[in-house]
């Protein structure tokens, strides 16, 4: 299994919004409507902003969106601050009943 | 609010086991399914594998299972990962998470770091 593809960084100013891919195949990402983001600043733990490819927890800021087109889901963040400068992973559910991880992407907020 | 806490060894030797345990408080670990997650130092997050069923059925990652062993005990409300063979490639951040259905790991630990070396 190689992970998800997710860009290794993008960067945007504050207030602008943004868009990170998270690209697999049919057997993970576009067979499955069971998406999530973790959002991670250095040296903790991740922290779930977005599950089942749109969901939002309670407590996320509806500033995070996710959705699916075929087998490229994304997070799009809009009115970026500074503390949404973080390490970004995707994963999905897959056809063998186990999880796969993107690669994580870097966000830099300029 | 649920809580989750690695422990175990640090330090680990090549060739040898690997050994973690997550406590977990303010859920009981016979609900819900329990993951391991790693990383090593500056790259990505890698699944290890799940546990559920009260520990009658576990899941691992493909690249790892047949080094993998993960139990639970419910009377500790404590579920624990054994890595057999180690290598220095093994060196991460071992993190225990809590599964929701399907790939949705709502609360995590803190992490706690394995090095391999002799």
């Known amino acids: 299994q190689s992970a998800l593809t997710q860009p290794a960084s993008v960067s945007g100013s504050p207030g602008q919004s943004i868009t990170i891919s998270c690209t697999g195949t049919s057997s993970e990402v576009g067979g499955y409507d069971h998406v999530s983001w973790y959002q991670q600043h250095p040296g903790k733990a991740p922290k779930l902003m977005i599950y089942?490819?749109?969901n939002r927890p309670s407590g996320v800021s509806n500033r995070f969106s996710g959705s699916k087109s075929g087998n490229t889901a994304s997070l799009t963040i809009s009115g970026l601050q500074a503390e949404d400068e973080a390490d970004y992973y995707c994963?999905?559910?897959?056809?063998?009943?186990?999880?796969?991880f993107g690669g994580g992407t870097k966000l830099t907020v300029l | 609010q649920v809580q989750l806490q690695e422990s175990g060894p640090g330090l680990v030797k090549p060739s040898e086991t690997l050994s973690l345990t997550c406590s977990v408080s303010?859920?009981?670990?016979?609900?819900?399914?329990w993951n391991w997650i790693r990383q090593p130092a500056g790259k990505g997050l890698e699944w290890i594998g799940r546990?559920?069923?009260?520990?009658?059925?576990?899941n691992y990652n493909p690249s790892l299972n047949s080094r993998v062993t993960m139990s639970m005990d419910t009377s500790k409300n404590q579920f624990s990962l054994k890595m057999s063979s180690v290598t220095a490639a093994d060196t991460a951040v071992y993190f225990c998470?809590?599964?929701?259905?399907?790939?949705?790991?709502?609360?995590w630990g803190q992490g706690t770091l394995v090095t391999v070396s002799s």
């Open positions: 546990i559920y069923n009260s520990g009658r059925s576990s």
């Open positions: 998470a809590r599964g929701r259905e399907y790939s949705r790991f709502d609360y």
């Open positions: 089942d490819v749109s």
């Open positions: 994963n999905s559910y897959t056809t063998s009943t186990t999880v796969l």
């Open positions: 303010g859920d009981s670990i016979s609900s819900h399914n």
